[in-house]
């Protein structure tokens, strides 16, 4: 059989698998029902390193806004071969910029399965977007803590950014956005919502967040209330650790800080500590698995594809999406 054949085989398998668990344990799951069909959401999954009955913490890799589960992982996939665990993504619908409380219901099912194979906790990585929608799955199903050891946020659009594109134009309805664009504009309905509930970090999974104060597109970065950051997290921002490093939005997740970070929090208990990081963290800019130049590259690719996608690809529309009433609604 061919590889092609193989990769096929486990594909299947996978959403089989994941299927028959979902069943099993929908009806006892906390959380807001699922409104996306089943289908959509196996579809979307996909483990490039298989899960299935995992000996070591399989990770959950979540894209940011403007790219595909699988262009993210493409980016990131030399990292993620060197550190050797089961790694699992998610395709989310439109590039990851559609409305956030429909693409987080496919990280949900995603995390549900991916516990399912592994019969073991999961790590989640999560750039941008990404960083900020398993913070969302944690607080409104509460039954995925127990299945979530770490969250690892990258540039996390936590409380929203104050950033310009090269847009000169902010949303409105005359300059229509993403839905996602306009969610994570800092002040949008759907962050206040989520930041009136107080609890940042919820418990018992472990928190951690990394940021760069040179970031493009998320920002406030440094201050006070810098908007990557999560109260009863450890936050860590590149700069305190690698003084005049210049780490643009998606470098960040590349970085050799951030990779030691990730490594350290998924390997011990709690969230990762400043204190156990690599002595020579800062004597090379990317994490093991890079190659700089190849890594640089990607990064600038990346941002001009992402760029131009969210001007001339996906739907906008001309006001923020409502905030729905599960989103308001306090779990128990």
């Not at 970085?255 to 004597?283: M, Q, Y």
Request: proline residues 8%.
């Amino acid at each position: 059989m061919g590889a092609v054949g193989r990769r096929l085989i486990l594909s299947v398998c996978v959403a089989v698998l994941a299927g028959l668990a979902l069943g099993a344990s929908a009806a006892s799951a906390s959380g807001p029902r699922l409104t996306v069909p089943q289908s959509d959401l196996a579809a979307a999954l996909k483990c490039p390193i298989d899960p299935t009955n995992a000996s070591t913490t399989p990770l959950m890799f979540v894209t940011g806004t403007g790219a595909t589960g699988d262009q993210g992982y493409l980016i990131g996939q030399d990292a993620f071969k060197a550190y050797g665990h089961p790694v699992c993504y998610v395709n989310f619908p439109d590039f990851t910029t559609a409305d956030i409380q429909v693409s987080v219901q496919y990280l949900v099912y995603g995390l549900r399965a991916e516990f399912a194979l592994a019969h073991r906790k999961v790590a989640v990585i999560g750039i941008s977007q990404g960083g900020l929608l398993p913070r969302i799955a944690l607080t409104y199903w509460p039954s995925l803590r127990n299945k979530v050891a770490d969250v690892i946020a990258i540039a996390g659009t936590q409380h929203g950014s104050t950033a310009r594109s090269k847009d000169p134009k902010p949303c409105s309805r005359r300059n229509p956005c993403p839905p996602a664009v306009w969610q994570q504009a800092a002040g949008s309905d759907l962050l206040h919502t989520l930041n009136a509930r107080g609890d940042e970090s919820p418990g018992p999974t472990s928190w951690t967040t990394v940021r760069s104060s040179t970031d493009e597109v998320v920002q406030p970065q440094t201050g006070p209330h810098p908007t990557s950051a999560l109260q009863g997290a450890t936050n860590i921002l590149i700069q305190r650790i690698c003084p005049g490093r210049k780490v643009s939005h998606i470098g960040t997740g590349l970085d050799s800080v951030t990779i030691a970070a990730v490594v350290d929090a998924v390997n011990n208990p709690g969230p990762a500590k400043v204190s156990r990081l690599p002595g020579d963290v800062c004597s090379h800019l990317y994490g093991p698995g890079y190659d700089e130049q190849a890594a640089g590259s990607s990064d600038d690719g990346a941002a001009k594809l992402i760029e131009d996608r969210l001007r001339h690809q996906v739907p906008k529309v001309g006001a923020e999406p409502r905030v729905r009433a599960w989103f308001r609604h306090r779990p128990r």
